[in-house]
């Protein structure tokens, strides 16, 4: 499955370049005929992070719930492909829809490091037009702000309500909807919480995972680029994560306390759901 991920990405490879050689730059524009995502498109230059290998199975909705709880629920990460229809939920999140709609309303950003312990409310309009931006190699996590979670749920409920949850559970647990949007080479250091799905609406994400008992070796203040650049070269065969790029219409199973880590690779809009022991069960 890994070789057949990274035939893909070869070819996703060959065409960019086969269009940038092709069509004139005086009659398009390249870079946003490529990575134009509803209009969260990343101008090629700007892409620092890559995709990388995918070692995490990749199911379709011809996994059943029997099976998920079995091989998966507490034992595994796993990929889903084609298991809901968000297509209605993308269209409202396009860069247009959401900026209508939303512009005016408070978002509360949180500092990209492992404890998120900075918060900064600015209106949403604000941050897609100030702050929004690729991610510089050399900025710390604690010094870049992010969009996700923490957010008033009464405001953002007319489009939540149009997300579609995949249709796998775990019993006695509820789920509860945290939306972001993040620039191109952004993301979360490794951090742990209980188990949930999180799945990509525009761009390309990364993600890196480790069972409870291996913990990683990371500073919790720098980003994810920086620990791609600087550590995870170095990693020996046994230190690899389990780690996987996904993208629109792709979703994550991570289980609970699983020492997760993501990568925005494109400007990225996604939504996570994270599932909890409901208080009667």
């Given at each position: ?35 134009s995502n509803g209009g969260w ?241």
């Amino acid at each position: 499955m890994a070789a057949m991920r990274s035939f893909f990405l070869w070819i996703e490879a060959f065409f960019v370049l086969f269009v940038q050689l092709c069509v004139k730059s005086e009659d398009v524009d390249v870079h946003k005929l490529l990575y134009s995502n509803g209009g969260w498109y990343t101008d090629t230059e700007n892409l620092i992070a890559q995709p990388g290998p995918c070692n995490i199975d990749v199911r379709d909705d011809s996994l059943t719930q029997k099976e998920f709880l079995q091989k998966y629920a507490e034992k595994a990460p796993v990929i889903f492909r084609s298991v809901t229809d968000n297509s209605i939920f993308r269209k409202l999140c396009s860069k247009s829809s959401l900026v209508e709609n939303y512009g005016s309303k408070e978002v509360i950003l949180s500092s990209a490091n492992t404890y998120s312990y900075t918060k900064v409310p600015v209106s949403f309009q604000h941050y897609v037009e100030e702050i929004l931006r690729p991610q510089d190699a050399n900025t710390l996590g604690n010094e870049t702000l992010y969009l996700f979670g923490d957010q008033n749920y009464t405001e953002w409920e007319p489009l939540l309500d149009q997300y579609v949850q995949p249709p796998y559970y775990l019993p006695g647990h509820t789920g509860a909807l945290s939306f972001g949007l993040a620039g191109a080479g952004t993301g979360v250091p490794f951090h742990f919480h209980g188990p949930g799905f999180g799945e990509v609406i525009y761009g390309r994400k990364r993600w890196f995972l480790y069972p409870p008992d291996q913990q990683p070796a990371f500073n919790p203040n720098r980003t994810t680029l920086q620990w791609v650049m600087e550590k995870y070269p170095q990693l020996e065969e046994s230190e690899k994560p389990y780690e996987c790029t996904i993208g629109p219409g792709e979703v994550i199973y991570f289980p609970d306390r699983w020492w997760h880590g993501t990568l925005n690779i494109d400007t990225s809009v996604f939504i996570s759901t994270f599932l909890a022991m409901t208080p009667w069960a």
